[in-house]
């Protein structure tokens, strides 16, 4: 099973931006339905975004307007711009398979990459 490994987190002050990046442990073949999913601190797993195989994206409300979910062509595995970041988006951000309503199938927790917000 393909495992993946985030990165591009780090500290920034409110209304900054990050982009994060999802490494794959082997090319994600199709591609599939793939998404970000986030844990603030206190809070269970949240779902952020997901694209579909055909490049279609929805993103959760706390999210749209803000945020971009794309594919990294060469491994297929997504891409997320974060843009006007708050304060309440600051944890832990995951990417995984599955879209909006069917990531918690199998989802497998990688190291995650901290996103943190603070002025």
């Known amino acids: 099973q393909v495992r993946f490994v985030e990165s591009g987190g780090g500290l920034v002050h409110p209304g900054g931006s990050l982009t994060l990046s999802c490494g794959a442990s082997?090319?994600?073949?199709?591609?599939?339905?793939m998404s970000w999913v986030r844990q603030t601190p206190g809070a269970a797993l949240e779902w952020v975004a997901h694209?579909?195989?055909?490049?279609?994206?929805s993103y959760a409300n706390f999210v749209k307007g803000r945020f971009a979910i794309s594919r990294d062509s060469r491994s297929n595995s997504p891409i997320l711009q974060m843009n006007n970041l708050q304060s309440e988006d600051t944890g832990v951000y995951y990417c995984?398979?599955?879209?909006?309503?069917?990531?918690?199938?199998?989802?497998?927790r990688g190291p995650g990459t901290q996103v943190t917000v603070s002025s």
């Open positions: 694209l579909s195989p055909t490049g279609t994206t």
């Open positions: 995984t398979l599955g879209s909006r309503d069917r990531w918690q199938i199998g989802f497998k």
């Open positions: 082997s090319m994600v073949v199709g591609p599939p339905y």
